[in-house]
């Protein structure tokens, strides 16, 4: 049985429309000031919400970083049969969301911080635990070399991913260039690792990103 409203707090729907706000202008504080320089109070300004709305979703400032990147680092791919296929497929939608997201741009300033696994944790273990998946399911249909050192490679993956992004945005001070730089990585890293007769079916353009955004847009989800 559904729980009723109590006086005072808002419906389902409002709620969730206010949440999301408050997660929308959390991203644009915390990308511009990090965990440290952010403040709840500009949050709840920006967010056009008010104090007591914000306490009803989050509990604190650490909270809604927590909050922030369980929302902004959920991965939905469909599967593929070359297994190669998802690791980039992985990479190149969290890039195109990255560039059009500043939720995600924040989560991803707010995962590196070097207090981030104490203070409000960080989904690169996450991360580097799914890349061992898919290239131990990658190994057991040959589309690996047979002396890839598997963890070794998920954390070169991961490393890559995050380092080319903050490369990029601190040199070129946007993102503009960052989905060719990253699909020509992903090229560059599974040449070496993989087997050459699957490497050559893996999809590496530079729209990749777009392509499975959008296919998991208009995926019915069970």
């Not at 409203?5 to 408050?22: D, V």
């Not at 680092?73 to 998802?86: G, R, T, V, Y």
């Not at 903050?166 to 960052?178: F, G, H, K, P």
Request: aromatic fraction near 6%; hydrophobic fraction near 40%; glycine fraction near 8%.
């Amino acid at each position: 049985m559904a729980d009723r409203a109590r006086p005072g707090q808002p419906t389902k729907g409002r709620a969730g429309l206010t949440r999301q706000k408050i997660l929308d202008a959390a991203g644009q504080e915390f990308e511009a000031r990090g965990y440290g320089g952010a403040s709840v109070n500009r949050i709840i300004a920006a967010a056009g919400a008010t104090k007591g709305a914000f306490y009803y979703h989050f509990t604190s400032k650490q909270d809604l970083a927590k909050k922030l990147l369980q929302s902004t680092l959920e991965i939905d791919l469909a599967p593929q049969s070359i297994k190669l296929q998802e690791i980039v497929d992985t990479g190149m939608l969290m890039i195109y969301r990255t560039t059009r997201e500043p939720g995600l741009r924040a989560a991803l300033r707010l995962s590196i911080a070097r207090d981030a696994p104490t203070t409000y944790g960080t989904p690169w273990p996450d991360w580097i635990t799914l890349s061992i998946q898919q290239l131990t399911e990658a190994k057991a249909q040959g589309e690996l070399g047979p002396d890839v050192d598997i963890p070794m490679t998920a954390h070169q993956l991961a490393g890559a991913w995050a380092g080319l992004t903050l490369i990029t945005q601190v040199v070129d001070q946007n993102l503009d260039e960052i989905e060719d730089r990253m699909c020509t990585m992903y090229k560059n890293l599974l040449t070496v690792v993989g087997n050459p007769r699957h490497v050559m079916l893996v999809d590496f353009s530079r729209d990749r990103g777009r392509q499975v955004h959008e296919a998991s847009e208009t995926t019915p989800h069970t």
